[in-house]
């Protein structure tokens, strides 16, 4: 069995984009790493630019922390600046995406008339694309499997018509998308969870803090060390040094963090002196509650 992955630049709505998928599994060629293909963007192709206005970019962790970086703002600002958190029905983790412009060209709020103007830190879909990925989903994580690549051919982009040719693999070099693929899959084991597969749904609580552990680092690094968590858990204390100053770090930590909290994961170890404490508040509980059950790892808090 395979899953596509979303169309990295798509106009479609839930349900074009799921059709897109089926349509991508059933019909599109699969390309290997070696396999090769023609593609060009620059200011003399006709279409420069097109590809930058009314479309879904959707944000992930990293993608949030490179950009927010580049503009030397912190993480609650390039939210409130730069992005929408749509809420949606049954939602299981949230979701990003870049705000477009409120125009009827709906334009990036990055895009400039030489191009890109965070190009170093332009997001995964952006690096991507003409490529899009999909996996096969055969592994616990259910992303692990084999991965394969494919073009996505859309009549506005007239790179096609370059002569510029690529393998996928010089593709995926040139545009960096490396780190961003590392730190993907980071965050699909905390987003394809078994937890989710069996039927789990986070509270609204626990959905907050998922969100800002993920996207708003500022506001996350401000809950590790403006309270007690770091007494509760035994952490290097040359690892807490770089989460103090270094995003990658404290994202790092984050996940660790949420699959400790939220799943149960042994990710994390407590302090002794932190399980006592636990396991009293528990007793006490019991006692209160008339034989409550104790509380998982998911329940402790700073």
Aim: hydrophobic fraction near 35%; charge should be negative; include cysteine.
């Amino acid at each position: 069995m395979s899953e596509a992955k979303e169309s990295p630049l798509t106009k479609d709505s839930d349900d074009g984009s799921a059709r897109l998928q089926e349509k991508i599994l059933a019909e599109y060629p699969r390309l290997g790493l070696d396999d090769p293909f023609t593609f060009g963007c620059h200011p003399g192709v006709s279409c420069f630019n097109n590809c930058c206005s009314d479309v879904n970019i959707f944000l992930s962790p990293y993608d949030v922390l490179r950009l927010k970086k580049r503009l030397g703002i912190t993480s609650g600002e390039f939210l409130d600046r730069y992005a929408l958190m749509p809420v949606q029905k049954d939602m299981k983790t949230p979701v990003v995406l870049l705000r477009m412009s409120a125009d009827d060209k709906r334009a990036c709020p990055f895009l400039t008339e030489a191009g890109c103007g965070v190009y170093e830190d332009r997001p995964w879909p952006c690096r991507m694309y003409p490529l899009g990925m999909a996996a096969a989903k055969d592994t616990p994580d259910g992303w692990r499997g084999e991965r394969f690549w494919f073009l996505l051919r859309e009549d506005m982009c007239k790179g096609f018509g370059e002569a510029t040719s690529w393998t996928v693999k010089e593709w995926l070099e040139d545009q960096g998308v490396e780190p961003y693929d590392d730190w993907g899959d980071a965050y699909k084991e905390v987003t394809l969870h078994k937890f989710f597969e069996d039927g789990g749904q986070l509270s609204p609580e626990k959905l907050n803090m998922f969100f800002t552990a993920c996207y708003d680092l500022d506001k996350f690094r401000s809950f590790v060390f403006d309270t007690t968590l770091l007494q509760r858990f035994e952490v290097d204390d040359d690892f807490i040094d770089e989460m103090k100053y270094d995003d990658e770090s404290l994202l790092r930590f984050a996940f660790l963090w949420l699959r400790f909290s939220l799943f149960g994961e042994p990710t994390m170890r407590l302090r002794p002196e932190a399980v006592e404490e636990i396991r009293g508040k528990a007793a006490e509980r019991q006692r209160s509650r008339g034989g409550a059950a104790a509380p998982s790892a998911g329940e402790v808090t700073p």
